[in-house]
């Protein structure tokens, strides 16, 4: 079963991937904080009754999962993966998940909000994962009937949602900007206009993955093709000026990181997940500006040798086992290259 | 042709190096220091017409070498190759230089004094190399009648010569010993009774090579034979700590370390001369313990590509340029393993 990281990067090699969420509730219930067991059970109920009740091909490609049925590894897993937040991971019980066969589908319900719809895709996507999450929206209103105001948008239990309650991110690489210091600046300039850079993975330590997410703040009083589309004219921005940067490498300077780090990751026999990252990273500025074989993709390889990802292949292991097992599966994966 | 250091380590993995000098003059001559140019030339005619006319086979196996047709590049080479010393080296401008084929005997003419004849071997050879030292020494003295002093021995322009003139050296590889501070302790001991411990390239720097050379001090009152006996003793008992030491060693944690260095000599595409020096010292430590292929020489590496022996194959240079055909001619090496 392919996931979304499978072809991240191969298209877009500076962003790597595309995330929409909505955060949606019935006006039939009481929000998640206030409801009672009962309500949840009835919640759960109906999410399910609407997607097997709506009849559409789409909808019959998703699969319902009870959380308490789920190992508290697996659930880790799918926040290494994406697919849940951390928050939803550590209050799985009693909640349920519905998601599509390769997981860019996820609706969490019961989270912060009754529903929270995820589209998650490789590379630059931003329309094609609306149009998905759009036509799902559809098919849940029809029969969920969300609560929304008509002053106040979709109501949500933290302000900050009301609106659209809308939230798209994507996922960018930018070691070139975040070693020049572009990256503070961007940061401060997209943040005057309701957007946030953050760093994901490994920030604060040394070996980052130089992975940033730039996503919308305001939900309120704009449009979501609004927010759409200033979200892709800042993303293809940050990314100019990133393919810029990197024009000005000093050649083989650059390939002796990149070849070096490959000689690391094709050799090492201990390999913990902070340093795996950083070394990753740079796989991935080499695989984007051609000089490793495209075939590596590095951000498939950071996702599966995540702590809980790896256990799901090599079942439960101490944490330094894990750094020998994990140092094991990337010498495999890369020995054709 | 083959070197001293083309078999270095095969048989003893610690030991890298046997190196015995002798310092011996003429009678007849004052010494270098104070010669006259006439005098020098006589010097070197009669050490020439010493070996033409010994008539021996030994004899015949050696070249003699005007140094002042030797290029400046070619005479910093043969420092590398630890054939002539530093100081011979930036006065060979008149001096001559006798050698074998293979290197392993040279005989500097005009050093500090009249001639010091070298003897170097690869792994621990003390016996062989003085066997050889000897035959030399009869050879010559023979026709140049050595100044000798019976309460004294033989007399050297410098008094710590003085008696057999007889230095003797073993180059260790102790990275181990080097890590646990056992060579501070070794070195504060061997030198009650008359020996030197001193590292040998990059010392000082961060990437050290863990090469070190055991020498006598001592070479009055005492026999050849008794300089050489405790030569002896004194390296094989720090052999044996430096084993000892690495049966402790954690297993995987080793294959890292070596392991990683690999890769990282295998991939790099800029290397500097200190760089590599450490990274090949963690090498020798791989081979050394059947980690890695005992085919890899990485003591003829070291040798091979310092800078002016990375010229005489690559020619004139500049430094960062030899950085970038060090580091092609070391993947080049190691391509197989």
């Known amino acids: 079963m392919s996931s979304w990281y499978d072809n991240c990067g191969f298209d877009n090699e500076i962003v790597i991937s595309t995330r ?33 009740g709506s009849n559409t091909p789409f909808a019959k490609t998703l699969k319902y999962i009870d959380m308490s049925a789920v190992p508290k590894n697996e659930i880790n897993a799918m926040v290494e993966r994406h697919i849940i937040s951390p928050e939803f991971s550590k209050k799985a019980e009693g909640k349920a998940l519905v998601i599509s066969d390769d997981e860019s589908i996820s609706i969490m319900i019961g989270e912060e909000d009754h529903i929270r719809i995820q589209i998650i895709l490789g590379g630059l996507q931003l329309e094609k994962a609306y149009a998905i999450i759009e036509q799902l929206d559809s098919i849940l209103d029809a029969s969920l009937h969300f609560a929304f105001d008509e002053n106040l948008g979709y109501l949500t239990e933290c302000p900050t949602n009301l609106g659209t309650g809308l939230r798209a991110s994507v996922m960018m690489h930018l070691p070139i900007s975040e070693r ?3 990256i503070s600046r961007i940061s401060e300039n997209v943040s005057k206009i309701g957007f946030t850079v953050r760093g994901t993975y490994g920030e604060g330590t040394k070996a980052a993955a130089s992975l940033y997410q730039i996503s919308n703040q305001v939900t309120l009083g704009i449009s979501e093709k609004n927010a759409l589309d ?9 990314l100019e000026k990133e393919k810029a940067a990197r024009e000005g490498l000093d ?12 000689g690391t990751l094709k050799n090492a026999r201990i390999l913990n997940s902070d340093e795996m990252i950083g070394l990753l990273s740079m796989i991935k500025l080499g695989t984007s500006m051609g000089i490793l074989n495209r075939e590596i993709n ?18 439960e292991v101490s944490p330094s086992e894990r750094d020998i097992l994990r140092a094991a599966d990337i010498r495999e994966a890369l020995k054709e290259f």
Chains 1, 2 share one sequence.
Request: proline fraction near 5%.
């Open 20 to 52: 929409i969420r909505l955060a949606r509730n019935l006006s039939s219930l009481p929000f998640p904080s206030i409801m009672t067991a009962e309500q949840n059970e009835q919640l759960k109920q109906k999410v399910k009754e609407a997607i097997a």
């Open 180 to 182: 020049t210091g572009e």
């Open 230 to 238: 200033n979200l892709k004219i800042i993303a293809t921005g940050i």
């Open 251 to 262: 050649k083989i300077t650059l390939e002796d990181s990149v070849f070096r780090t490959l």
């Open 298 to 315: 590095p951000i498939k390889l950071l996702i599966e040798e995540k702590p809980y990802m790896l256990m799901k292949k090599h079942g």
